[in-house]
T-cell receptor, first 111, second 112 residues
Framework: NAGVTQTPKFQVLKTGQSMTLQCAQD?????MSWYRQDPGMGLRLIHY???????DQGEVPNGYNVSRSTTEDFPLRLLSAAPSQTSVYFC??????????FGDGTRLSIL | DAKTTQPPSMDCAEGRAANLPCNHS???????VYWYRQIHSQGPQYIIH???NNETNEMASLIITEDRKSSTLILPHATLRDTAVYYC?????????????FGTGTRLAVRP
């Protein structure tokens, strides 16, 4: 049981490039979320999903797309990276009223 | 969503109890108080949660005031490994998802 797995752990992009941050969970959780954390700040919700085929926007969704074709996977896409998207990205999952489980994060730098 | 207020930093001596306060004066009756911590830049780690009764587990105790407007996380015997940022969060669960609203937390430093 690996929990929540995020890949890659580190990534450097140039402005304008696109990429997908991967998130997978093996706990059959319905809820999955993406957060970003900027230096000295708490986590902010980007997008979330309440189940396969259903996604919605969080607090800071601009510049990011998500999809949820399976229960296990919830990828986050940056279509045209900007320096303001330099951050640490965390994926989380939960089911019912159980606590959210977080991945180890992806550290993304955009030059 | 209910907001939380925490002191930005605290410290305590190793082996002593660490008491971390949190104000959540706008909490609704069906909202839970959750505590997470983040060590270095790892993913947040769940500690404990409660609705209105005091709770205890192997990591910590949670004391919630009768009016539910504030709570205290207690680490009974703090160790150096407990140095982290501690987040008090009001959790909103429902048909629109599971949303955690993080503040800036309390940075706890445990000194030898």
């Amino acid at each position: 049981n690996a929990g929540v797995t995020q890949t890659p752990k580190f990534q450097v992009l140039k402005t304008g490039q696109s990429m997908t941050l991967q998130c997978a969970q093996d706990m059959n959780h319905e809820y999955m979320s993406w957060y970003r954390q900027d230096p000295g700040m708490g986590l902010r919700l980007i997008h979330y999903s309440v189940g396969a085929g259903i996604t919605d926007q969080g607090e800071v969704p601009n510049g990011y797309n998500v999809s949820r074709s399976t229960t296990e996977d919830f990828p986050l896409r940056l279509l045209s990276a900007a320096p303001s998207q330099t951050s640490v990205y965390f994926c989380a999952s939960s089911d019912g009223d159980q606590p959210q489980h977080f991945g180890d994060g992806t550290r993304l730098s955009i030059l | 969503d209910a907001k939380t207020t925490q002191p930005p930093s605290m410290d305590c001596a190793e082996g002593r109890a660490a008491n971390l306060p949190c104000n959540h004066s706008t909490i609704s009756g069906n909202e839970y108080v959750y505590w997470y911590r983040q060590i270095h830049s790892q993913g947040p780690q769940y500690i404990i949660h409660g609705l209105k009764n005091n709770e205890t587990n192997e990591m910590a105790s949670l004391i919630i005031t009768e009016d539910r407007k504030s709570s205290t996380l207690i680490l009974p015997h703090a160790t150096l490994r407990d140095t982290a940022v501690y987040y008090c969060i009001v959790r909103v669960l429902g048909s629109s998802g599971d949303k955690l609203t993080f503040g800036t937390g309390t940075r706890l430093a445990v000194r030898p």
